[in-house]
């Protein structure tokens, strides 16, 4: 630690040189004997001496500048903007690029290039939190904070200096004048006369070319201030040029004769004569400006524009530039002001005649009067102004006078944004110039006039300054004849000699000339009753006797030129004794007495005397006597007299007179006691330190009761007085030791008073007054003991080096003791009746140790402050609590606080051990406002520590973060008094913790996680705590939540929020800036100049050059409307009550919103890394196992990874924490990967995912880089199957989040963008090429993937898995897509739906939960469609998930052999899954459901359906794997209802079979599609499978309907009526072709190639599953081109069609993978026709019949087949074929084989008709007689044709 001290290299004072208005020097000869006067000795010493100001007093901050703040880009799915950042800053240009930071750097290794922050990832967050920290304003807000006062200043200073003065006849005689400050309504004179004068060019003296500046002073802007000017010339000569010339209306110059005699004339004559007045005011703006008109331009400094009619000037700003164009010599804004309105003067006037509205008008003087008028920086006390922050501050507006003029508002500014107005052409200075450092000359030069303001002697105020002069007014003297008098003014010591010389007192008006002996007046010319209008200042001895005094000598002067020049003639004389007339105010009258006798004044004298004028008093003058010397207050007079006599002991020794003007010093009346309050002051505790006890108590009492009169009764109401304050910081000395030091005696006094009244004394209403006064006496305690301190050490110190604490002696240190004590039991006695003064009394304590800290040994004080928490200790009364916490509050905000010892020297920082104590105890109090406030001092504390520009260092920082460390413990110990805090306090509480936490080494650090497990846990959730409270909620999530989080209203009268995460004291600052920002909007000429860059560090004072003189257009700022838009809206939104902080946040200014918005967004990011910094720390620590903590969970680390993922984090996080996960994987991987740690693991993929789906790149490619990483943990750590089914089920549920679909303009879906993402991250992820570069560029090892972590030895990384994981989930994420994208078709298209469904649901096969999940959805939507046997199906897959995941676990009832039946039933139910059953078991997800139980349950569901369907075969076999589990268990009873379902479903197949219309399950049909708006369908075929009811017409219209809907205006929909091949070239483009065509299932064995027709009754034979996945149909065909032919030309095609899978499936279509056809010729048709019916008559007859019951339905089925075959009618089928082959052409064309084939063929049909015909007659009855006669007609008929053909027919049958 560095211990430069606040205090300059052990300069703890600084003396501040006075500067005396008028340089009075005191008469010589009376400076000698003021040693006779002890009290003239104080006075003088009092005035003269420098003020002597502690350095340390108020505390001396120095900051470094504030951190600045980049964007951070919080990034949403569907945003980027970051590049729209890094383009903005691109098109800025190349210019400013080179400084422009915004563009987060593409690299990602922004944090480990920079080498200042080279152990941090991000700014602290501390700077975010507080971004305008104001230590000044922090402090001023402590309960009884002490104000730094300036010595009293009055408002402004304006200088006046005379440019020139020109005549419209010309200039050739001298002119003088006088101006002074004149208040037009009182009718007084504000100060004295400025005496100027201007010569013509032919008189001027070369060498005085500089004419002085007269400056005045003056307490604020009024109206009715105005110069008065009055000019003066030489008394005009009788018959000379009269001063009418000046005066005439036609311009006519000054002819040469007329020049020649005024030059003459004014050479030789030294009188003057009054000529000519104006009036300026100074502020005038009350006559409005007639808008529209070009208003004349008023006064100088008025605030607006705005006519007047006292002068018609004009004047333009102008701006001093001197050569090197800085500013010449003013920081104010000087004006040039042109007087044209000077009236010419007439005989008798007086300044009140000028006033008065019915005086005669005087004549104007056609001349011009050029004045420069400036204002100054604030009057003599500048350059103490200059405060600590190093700006300075304008105390010199005074609260009162803010009002009087608005366009003088503060603003909130740097100094250097001095507003520039638009529209007026004043040039401001820049206030900096003379602001800038104390060394800097002061604004005026020595020649200047500094005018005496006559108001400082009737001002309730202390005298600061040593000024003893009489002013003497002569008004009029009154004669009986006309004369031109004239009065000389003197002073004289006695009255003895006439002759002896006067005393040189009489102020001289030309500068820089010595004090003369007389002065004279004007010359009145020719009057009988003569006015002056002069002022005379004479210079006064320090004590006067009865002798000294004014002596009047009137003179008559002849103003004719003969001989020689002109001789005065003495008329008479007057005088005025000083002692008896020096304090009137009122007129006096005196007699002119003709001679003077010696001892004219003396009674005995005066009847020698001779008067004119019978005696009459015709002289009349006033006197103003001002002086800081002699008071005119009687009773002071004899306190001064009396203490003179008892410091010189010529007073009787028991000094009783003493006591009495002591105690009569109540009486004295406020303005007199306020302006000898310093000397009284002074010589009071002269008499308290050296005095015997009677005096010194008489002496503390009365001043006891002074400061309390002095605080009641001067205006200033503030709790500490302003007058006194400036008293003890700037007045009070030990005078370099001339007087002893005060607070020995003055505890001692204080000490005994408190005692008497602690045993119980009345010591009367004194106390409570002494302890209103209390804080006075303790500063003067402490500024005695200061002064002797430095005193003591000055002379022997090195330079350099501080001023050692000084030990007080055991004596005066025991009183001081018992003095404290006393207080102390004052404060705590009275807080409980809760008097507001107990507060006050606290605070005055606090900051007696604050003041003692610097200047005794610590350790003493610290006796001070355990005596006060002994007093105050543990959890008081809230009352009692506030005290306490504010007393620490001061003590600890001493500059040296850091650096403190402890008690013991073994001890930290005493203070803060304390400290932390005290505000931990608060939080766990009742009292919630205290609890804020607390942790609100903490979080002061420590931004103070961070901005302060002495504790920069490395080091410096974590000594102060060990100081606050055991905070840290002591919240981990007792966490419910944390989790109690509100919000805003937890807040602030964290921010604490983090700024700590930051600072420390991590061997610190360590220690809070190595006690317990349990409290390391609790360590990281506060920093969880962290991430929750300063997440950044973007504006649009904060419109949602409004402020609902804690709604405002609840909080109490809280301080509107503009921000709740931002620190309370930012509210504030915005309220504050908001409201300067409306303040100026209202001069709306200028936009915000103040509220753009505040620099958050600077207390916001006004700017350098106090008023803004500026002159705004007034139809700008009209009255009538007095504020704006912007205004009124803040104003209604602060009236009502807990106005959401949303609503707040849009009345700001933009530019402060946006500021808002920053130090938001910067805070919630330091946060982030700031945790991230410390959870990196932690696994390097866990790592080493060297702390407690459940490393078979590592919970800490998992839980604020998950909270890291789930908020909201801006880019500059992803981009550093990705390297963290890293080396977090690689450290802990086997732990994370764990089975405990799946749902971490199941949250972090689901995060990973989410990120990969952003917009923005670089988030997007960091996401995939940490996919990336956990498939290279899984490699080692686990298997990866278990990874990809964590994966998967993180897809399924990213994708109910993420908007995977969005709309078209023309209302249909596409895929999203971010879907598109996905995809694109996905395949990124298994992009082998890419990745080294990726790694790269976001800040990791380019083989971070190859790295083998420890233990490991061979490398298991490979891509291939890789790819096909990444593979797998992009089919998941297809077939999310394509569900979505089915939208509204969904109802539509029943089909696709179903397809969509069962993607899903294989999509998701590797987790068995979503692979059940979306079959049952599948299954409900065949339930719906009445697709029975798929829904079946459905069920039936789901058992088999089930089924095989408790095969593969052993446990259950089944074997493989159960699966494989299964398996028939439902070939989807295969081996893959089994595989992975087990590793899907992820927490929520896997074993929990795959029970027998539910197993059963799906299976007896598909049974049902089977039924539905009446698929009964799948029923039996499926009730067969039901039967082992209710064996295994023994329920009999639910075996009995197996058995008789079984029983039910094995008659209903024989039902079924015996049914004589074969039974069908369904019809399929074969469907193409053509056509680009079918989209993935266009060219595809399909199979259908459509219930058995369903006709070719039904499912062509229910496609049709289906696809009519899709297409739009330009396509329309055709059906291909015939079954030919397509060929899909050849179809026109703008139409959509389905063709469809019924099918026949293929049987397994079935002979394809055979050319008989198939019946498919003859399958039917066997119960067999009915699983079919091949189909085929015939299409006739002429080889000719014609359509039909005759059979001879009749071809035929077979197609056999091969589906993907068998009916019945888990959907109704299934695609067309391969289709084959063979071509029959037509003889083969006609042979494969006749076979066709011969089998399906041997079929009949070879039947084997079960019992002899069923003849019935055998006959039925005979009699149709033979009827088709023999009757007559019908004979077309086998004569036709006779007819086309065996006649004639053809009959050559065929190949002989062919005609055996065909030959053999029918006479085997013949046969087994004949046989048929047989079998007929055994069955038939009576009533088919008829019918058998007509079959052995039909046959005998066909025989006999036949032989036709085939001769050998006859002989075979």
Same mark, same amino acid.
């Given at each position: 630690m560095d211990g430069s001290s606040g205090a300059s290299g052990g300069h703890r004072f600084r003396r501040i040189?006075?500067?005396?208005?008028?340089?009075?020097?005191?008469?010589?000869?009376?400076?000698?004997?003021?040693?006779?006067?002890?009290?003239?000795?104080?006075?003088?010493?009092?005035?003269?001496?420098?003020?002597?100001?502690?350095?340390?007093?108020?505390?001396?901050?120095?900051?470094?500048?504030?951190?600045?703040?980049?964007?951070?880009?919080?990034?949403?799915?569907?945003?980027?903007?970051?590049?729209?950042?890094?383009?903005?800053?691109?098109?800025? !240009?190349?210019?400013?690029?080179?400084?422009?930071?915004?563009?987060?750097?593409?690299?990602?290794?922004?944090?480990?290039?920079?080498?200042?922050?080279?152990?941090?990832?991000?700014?602290?967050?501390?700077?975010?939190?507080?971004?305008?920290?104001?230590?000044?304003?922090?402090?001023?807000?402590?309960?009884?904070?002490?104000?730094?006062?300036?010595?009293?200043?009055?408002?402004?200073?304006?200088?006046?200096?005379?440019?020139?003065?020109?005549?419209? @006849?010309?200039?050739?005689?001298?002119?003088? !004048?006088?101006?002074?400050?004149?208040?037009?309504?009182?009718?007084?004179?504000?100060?004295?006369?400025?005496?100027?004068?201007?010569?013509?060019?032919?008189?001027?003296?070369?060498? $005085?070319?500089?004419?002085?500046? !007269?400056?005045?002073?003056?307490?604020?802007?009024?109206?009715?201030?105005?110069?008065?000017?009055?000019?003066?010339?030489?008394?005009?000569?009788?018959?000379?040029?009269?001063?009418?010339?000046?005066?005439?209306?036609?311009?006519?110059?000054?002819?040469? #004769?007329?020049?020649?005699?005024?030059?003459?004339?004014?050479?030789?004559?030294p009188y003057r004569e009054s000529f000519a007045w104006a009036i300026v005011p100074l502020f005038d703006n009350s006559i409005g400006a007639v808008s529209g008109g070009s208003a004349s331009p008023s006064s100088p400094l008025a605030p607006s524009v705005s006519g007047s009619s006292s002068h018609e000037g004009v004047f333009e700003p102008i701006s001093k530039i001197t050569l090197d164009g800085k500013l010449g010599y003013s920081g104010g804004s000087s004006v040039i002001v042109e007087i044209s309105n000077l009236n010419k003067v007439k005989e008798c006037y007086t300044e009140e005649s000028l006033q008065d509205p019915k005086r005669k008008v005087h004549k104007p003087v056609k001349g011009v009067l050029r004045l420069d008028i400036e204002k100054h920086q604030t009057a003599h006390a500048d350059l103490e102004n200059i405060s600590e922050s190093g700006s300075v501050t304008n105390d010199?507006?005074?609260?009162?006078?803010?009002?009087?003029?608005?366009?003088?508002?503060?603003?909130?500014?740097?100094?250097?944004?001095?507003?520039?107005?638009?529209?007026?052409?004043?040039?401001?200075?820049?206030?900096?110039?003379?602001?800038?450092?104390?060394?800097?000359?002061?604004?005026?030069?020595?020649?200047?006039?500094? @005018?005496?303001?006559?108001?400082?002697?009737?001002?309730?105020?202390p005298f600061l300054q040593l000024f003893h002069c009489l002013y003497v007014y002569p008004s009029s003297v009154s004669l009986s004849r006309k004369r031109n008098l004239f009065i000389r003014v003197e002073l004289?010591?006695?009255?003895?000699?006439?002759?002896?010389?006067?005393?040189?007192?009489?102020?001289?008006?030309?500068?820089?000339?010595?004090?003369?002996?007389?002065?004279?007046?004007?010359?009145?010319?020719?009057?009988?009753?003569?006015?002056?209008?002069?002022?005379?200042?004479?210079?006064?001895?320090?004590?006067?006797?009865?002798?000294?005094?004014?002596?009047?000598?009137?003179?008559?002067?002849?103003?004719?030129?003969?001989?020689?020049?002109?001789?005065?003639?003495?008329?008479?004389?007057?005088?005025?004794?000083?002692?008896?007339?020096?304090?009137?105010?009122?007129?006096?009258?005196?007699?002119?007495?003709?001679?003077?006798?010696?001892?004219?004044?003396?009674?005995?004298?005066?009847?020698?005397?001779?008067?004119?004028?019978?005696?009459?008093n015709a002289f009349k003058l006033r006197l103003r006597l001002c002086s800081s010397l002699y008071p005119i207050n009687e009773r002071i007079r004899d306190f001064f007299l009396e203490y003179d006599r008892h410091t010189l002991r010529t007073s009787p020794p028991w000094g009783s007179e003493l006591l009495e003007a002591i105690n009569s010093l109540k009486n004295v009346d406020s303005t007199a006691l306020l302006q000898f309050l310093h000397p009284v002051l002074n010589m009071l505790l002269h008499l308290i330190g050296n005095g015997g006890e009677t005096l010194q108590v008489a002496a503390f009492r009365a001043m006891v009761n002074i400061l309390t009169r002095v605080q009641q009764e001067s205006v200033d109401d503030a709790e500490r007085n302003r007058f006194l304050v400036n008293y003890v910081d700037y007045a009070f000395d030990d005078f370099g030791g001339r007087q002893p030091p005060v607070y020995p005696g003055l505890s001692t006094v204080w000490g005994s008073l408190a005692r008497s009244k602690a045993k119980g004394y009345r010591v009367g209403p004194v106390y409570d007054d002494v302890l209103t006064m209390a804080w006075f006496f303790l500063e003067l305690i402490v500024k005695s003991m200061a002064l002797e301190q430095t005193r003591l050490f000055f002379h022997g110190l090195p330079l350099g080096e501080d001023i050692p604490p000084m030990q007080l002696r055991d004596g005066v240190f025991r009183c001081v003791m018992q003095l404290y004590d006393c207080l102390l039991t004052e404060v705590h006695e009275r807080c409980k009746k809760g008097l507001s003064l107990a507060k006050r009394l606290n605070s005055s304590l606090g900051f007696f140790c604050y003041d003692l800290l610097s200047i005794i040994e610590p350790r003493q004080v610290f006796e001070l402050v355990s005596l006060y928490l002994d007093k105050f200790s543990g959890v008081c009364q809230s009352v009692l609590h506030d005290c306490k916490l504010i007393f620490l509050?001061?003590?600890?905000?001493?500059?040296?606080?850091?650096?403190?010892?402890?008690?013991?020297?073994?001890?930290?920082?005493?203070?803060?051990?304390?400290?932390i104590q005290e505000v931990f105890l608060t939080w766990d109090h009742d009292d919630l406002s205290q609890r804020a406030k607390a942790a609100r001092i903490l979080v002061?504390?420590?931004?103070?520590?961070?901005?302060?520009?002495?504790?920069?260092?490395?080091?410096?920082?974590?000594?102060?973060?060990?100081?606050?460390?055991?905070?840290?413990?002591?919240?981990?110990?007792?966490?419910?008094?944390?989790?109690?805090?509100?919000?805003?306090?937890?807040?602030?509480?964290?921010?604490?913790?983090?700024?700590?936490?930051?600072?420390?080494?991590?061997?610190?650090?360590?220690?809070?996680?190595?006690?317990?497990?349990?409290?390391? #846990?609790?360590?990281?959730?506060?920093?969880?705590?962290?991430?929750?409270?300063?997440?950044?909620?973007?504006?649009?999530?904060?419109?949602?939540?409004?402020?609902?989080?804690?709604?405002?209203?609840?909080?109490?009268?809280?301080?509107?929020k503009y921000s709740d995460r931002l620190s309370p004291s930012i509210n504030n600052y915005l309220s504050e800036a908001s409201r300067q920002e409306v303040r100026i909007s209202d001069s709306s000429s200028f936009v915000y100049p103040c509220t753009l860059e505040i620099s958050p560090m600077q207390p916001q004072g006004?700017?350098?050059?106090?008023?803004?003189?500026?002159?705004?257009?007034?139809?700008?700022?009209?009255?009538?409307?007095?504020?704006?838009?912007?205004?009124?809206?803040?104003?209604?939104?602060?009236? #009502?009550?807990?106005?959401?902080?949303?609503?707040?946040?849009?009345?700001?200014?933009?530019?402060?919103?946006?500021?808002?918005?920053?130090?938001?967004?910067?805070?919630?990011?330091?946060?982030?890394?700031?945790?991230?910094?410390?959870?990196?720390?932690?696994?390097?620590?866990?790592?080493?196992?060297?702390?407690?903590?459940?490393?078979?969970?590592?919970?800490?680390?998992?839980?604020?990874?998950?909270?890291?993922?789930?908020?909201?984090?801006?880019?500059?996080?992803?981009?550093?924490?990705?390297?963290?996960?890293?080396? $977090?994987?690689?450290?802990?991987?086997?732990?994370?990967?764990?089975?405990?740690?799946?749902?971490?693991?199941?949250?972090?993929?689901?995060?990973?995912?989410?990120?990969?789906?952003?917009?923005?790149?670089?988030?997007?490619k960091r996401a995939v880089i940490g996919l990336q990483i956990l498939v290279r943990s899984s490699f080692y750590f686990m298997q990866t199957a278990r990874l990809r089914v964590m994966l998967t089920i993180t897809l399924s549920e990213l994708m109910s989040d993420v908007q995977v679909t969005q709309m078209k303009s023309d209302g249909t879906l596409e895929e999203s963008g971010e879907a598109r993402r996905l995809r694109k991250s996905l395949e990124e992820m298994a992009d082998e090429a890419r990745s080294p570069s990726q790694f790269r560029e976001c800040g990791l090892p380019e083989d971070a993937l190859l790295a083998i972590p420890e233990k490991f030895t061979e490398n298991r990384w490979s891509w291939s898995e890789v790819k096909h994981?990444?593979?797998?989930?992009?089919?998941?994420?297809?077939?999310?897509l394509e569900h979505s994208l089915l939208g509204s078709a969904m109802t539509m298209d029943r089909y696709a739906a179903a397809e969509s469904f069962y993607k899903l649901a294989m999509a998701f096969a590797p987790v068995p939960d979503l692979h059940i999940m979306w079959l049952l959805h599948l299954c409900d939507a065949h339930q719906e469609m009445q697709s029975w046997a798929e829904a079946a199906q459905c069920a039936v897959a789901v058992a088999g998930v089930v089924m095989q995941a408790l095969v593969a676990r052993n446990d259950g009832v089944w074997s493989k052999d159960h699966v494989a039946a299964l398996r028939k039933i439902c070939p989807i139910v295969s081996n893959e899954i089994t595989a992975e059953a087990s590793a899907a078991e992820v927490e929520g997800y896997g074993a929990s459901k795959l029970t027998v139980d539910s197993a059963v349950k799906y299976l007896q569901l598909a049974n049902k359906l089977f039924s539905q369907a009446e698929l009964y075969h799948f029923c039996a076999s499926i009730l067969e794997l039901v039967i082992p589990v209710y064996k295994s268990r023994r329920a009999y009873g639910q075996l009995a209802k197996c058995h008789t379902l079984l029983t039910n479903i094995y008659e209903s197949i024989l039902e079924q079979e015996a049914s004589p219309i074969p039974f069908t399950d369904a019809t399929y049909y074969r469907v193409g599609f053509y056509g680009e708006k079918f989209g993935k369908l266009d060219r595809k075929e399909y199979v259908y499978r459509e219930p058995r009811d369903v006709r070719l017409g039904d499912i062509m219209e229910k496609l049709s309907h289906i696809y009519e809907s899709r297409m739009d205006g330009n396509h329309t929909l055709h059906i291909i009526p015939d079954s030919r091949q397509v060929k899909a070239e050849e179809l026109q483009p703008g139409v959509c072709y389905l063709q469809i065509t019924a099918v026949d299932p293929v049987m397994e064995d079935e002979d394809l190639g055979s050319r008989r027709e198939r019946i498919f009754s003859l399958s039917t034979g066997s119960v067999r599953a009915r699983v079919f996945d091949r189909f085929l149909f015939?299409?006739?065909?002429?080889?000719?081109?014609?359509?039909?032919?005759?059979?001879?030309?009749?071809?035929? #095609?077979?197609?056999?069609?091969?589906?993907? !899978?068998?009916?019945?499936?888990?959907?109704?279509?299934?695609?067309?993978?391969?289709?084959?056809?063979?071509?029959?010729s037509p003889v083969e048709n006609a042979i494969g026709m006749i076979e066709t019916r011969t089998a399906a008559l041997r079929n009949e007859l070879e039947e084997p019949r079960s019992s002899e019951g069923d003849q019935l339905p055998r006959l039925q089925s005979l009699q149709r087949i033979l009827q088709g075959s023999v009757a007559v009618q019908v004979n077309s089928g086998v004569l036709s074929v006779c007819t086309a082959f065996l006649s004639g052409e053809p009959a050559t064309r065929l190949r002989s084989q062919e005609l055996q084939q065909l030959i053999a063929a029918l006479l085997e049909f013949m046969a087994v008709c004949k046989r048929a015909i047989r079998v007929h007659f055994r069955l038939i009855g009576e009533e088919d007689q008829e019918f058998h006669t007509q079959l052995v007609n039909g046959f005998q008929s066909l025989t006999a044709e036949l032989s036709h053909y085939i001769p050998a027919i006859l002989s075979e049958l």
């Open positions: 040189p006075r500067q005396s208005l008028a340089h009075l020097k005191l008469d010589p000869l009376i400076d000698e004997n003021l040693e006779q006067w002890p009290h003239l000795n104080e006075l003088v010493q009092c005035y003269r001496a420098d003020w002597v100001k502690d350095e340390n007093k108020y505390g001396h901050y120095e900051s470094v500048s504030p951190p600045s703040f980049q964007n951070q880009i919080f990034e949403g799915p569907d945003t980027d903007i970051e590049t729209e950042t890094r383009l903005a800053n691109a098109r800025r !240009g190349k210019g400013e690029d080179a400084t422009d930071d915004d563009a987060p750097s593409t690299s990602g290794r922004q944090y480990t290039d920079a080498t200042d922050v080279s152990k941090h990832f991000g700014i602290s967050p501390l700077p975010a939190y507080e971004p305008a920290f104001d230590w000044e304003n922090e402090r001023s807000l402590t309960f009884g904070q002490r104000l730094s006062e300036t010595p009293m200043s009055h408002g402004l200073k304006i200088s006046v200096k005379v440019l020139s003065l020109s005549f419209q @006849a010309g200039l050739v005689e001298p002119f003088y !004048g006088t101006i002074c400050l004149y208040n037009r309504e009182r009718r007084e004179k504000l100060s004295e006369d400025f005496y100027f004068r201007v010569l013509p060019a032919e008189m001027q003296d070369a060498k $005085i070319s500089y004419e002085p500046r !007269g400056m005045f002073y003056l307490d604020a802007p009024s109206a009715s201030v105005c110069l008065l000017i009055q000019l003066e010339r030489p008394a005009t000569e009788e018959s000379g040029v009269t001063p009418s010339v000046y005066s005439r209306k036609e311009p006519v110059h000054l002819t040469e #004769r007329e020049k020649q005699k005024l030059q003459v004339w004014s050479r030789i004559m010199s507006i005074d609260p009162g006078d803010r009002a009087t003029d608005l366009t003088f508002s503060k603003c909130p500014s740097n100094g250097s944004d001095v507003p520039q107005t638009s529209n007026s052409k004043w040039s401001y200075g820049d206030g900096k110039e003379i602001s800038g450092n104390g060394s800097n000359a002061p604004d005026f030069s020595a020649d200047d006039f500094q @005018a005496f303001d006559f108001r400082t002697t009737t001002r309730n105020e004289r010591k006695d009255d003895a000699d006439v002759r002896r010389q006067p005393l040189e007192a009489i102020h001289p008006r030309e500068p820089g000339v010595s004090l003369q002996k007389w002065a004279h007046t004007q010359v009145a010319v020719g009057a009988r009753m003569a006015y002056y209008h002069d002022e005379i200042k004479v210079s006064l001895p320090a004590v006067w006797t009865p002798m000294h005094h004014l002596l009047f000598t009137f003179f008559h002067v002849d103003l004719q030129t003969k001989l020689e020049a002109p001789k005065p003639v003495v008329i008479g004389y007057a005088a005025l004794p000083l002692s008896t007339h020096a304090q009137l105010r009122s007129e006096i009258s005196l007699p002119i007495i003709k001679e003077l006798v010696p001892h004219y004044l003396q009674e005995t004298g005066k009847e020698r005397l001779d008067y004119l004028e019978d005696g009459k509050q001061i003590v600890c905000d001493h500059d040296l606080y850091v650096e403190m010892p402890g008690r013991d020297p073994s001890d930290r920082n005493y203070l803060s051990s304390v400290l002061v504390l420590l931004c103070k520590h961070e901005f302060d520009a002495r504790y920069q260092k490395p080091e410096d920082k974590l000594y102060i973060a060990q100081l606050y460390f055991p905070l840290i413990g002591q919240i981990l110990d007792e966490m419910p008094v944390f989790y109690n805090l509100n919000a805003v306090e937890k807040r602030e509480v964290l921010i604490v913790v983090m700024e700590i936490v930051r600072n420390l080494d991590d061997a610190s650090l360590v220690k809070a996680w190595q006690q317990s497990i349990a409290r390391t #846990r609790l360590f990281f959730k506060l920093m969880e705590e962290c991430l929750i409270l300063f997440e950044h909620r973007k504006p649009a999530d904060g419109m949602l939540l409004g402020a609902s989080s804690r709604s405002p209203v609840g909080e109490g009268p809280s301080s509107p006004t700017p350098e050059n106090g008023y803004l003189w500026q002159r705004v257009n007034s139809q700008l700022s009209s009255p009538s409307q007095p504020y704006s838009l912007r205004e009124a809206l803040a104003q209604a939104q602060s009236s #009502r009550i807990g106005a959401s902080a949303q609503a707040l946040r849009e009345s700001l200014h933009p530019m402060l919103r946006q500021k808002l918005e920053l130090w938001e967004e910067n805070l919630s990011a330091a946060v982030s890394l700031q945790v991230l910094e410390i959870t990196e720390k932690f696994c390097m620590m866990a790592a080493s196992h060297s702390i407690a903590t459940d490393y078979g969970k590592l919970d800490c680390i998992t839980a604020i990874i998950m909270s890291f993922f789930s908020r909201n984090q801006p880019v500059a996080f992803w981009k550093a924490f990705f390297p963290v996960f890293n080396r $977090i994987c690689d450290l802990h991987g086997a732990t994370l990967m764990a089975r405990e740690n799946d749902r971490f693991l199941k949250q972090v993929a689901f995060h990973l995912l989410r990120l990969a789906v952003f917009r923005n790149v670089s988030i997007r994981l990444s593979v797998s989930l992009l089919l998941a994420l297809d077939a999310s015939d299409t006739p065909f002429t080889k000719n081109g014609k359509t039909q032919g005759g059979l001879e030309d009749q071809w035929k #095609r077979r197609t056999v069609l091969q589906t993907e !899978g068998s009916f019945p499936a888990l959907v109704n279509r299934l695609l067309v993978t391969k289709s084959e056809s063979l071509e029959f």
